[in-house]
């Protein structure tokens, strides 16, 4: 996987709210930064609505994590796992 941190030595992302919005952060800065003067009102809404999506995944992918990490640290075993699947 790609570091957007180029200082290898430093700690890492560890949740997937914080990888995105890194990942977002550097859409930004490399393209849509430099389009601004040439997005019409309606490709920049497009654009922040689709931040969005991904913000609200990222929470939603950050919560299910921290829940996996509380069910491994506590030793919960369920027989009937939701995450069989």
Known sequence: MYSFNQDP?????????EICSMAMSEITDMLIKPME??????????????GLTFKVM????????????????????NESDFNRN
Do not use: C, H, R
């Not at 030595?9 to 709210?17: A, E, H, I, L």
């Open 58 to 77: 990222a929470e939603k992918a950050t919560a299910l994590e921290k829940m996996e990490q509380v069910v491994q640290q506590k030793g919960f075993v």
């Open 37 to 50: 003067d040439k997005l019409t009102q309606e490709q920049d809404a497009l654009l922040a609505i689709i």
């Open 9 to 17: 030595s430093s700690d890492q992302p560890k949740y997937s709210n």
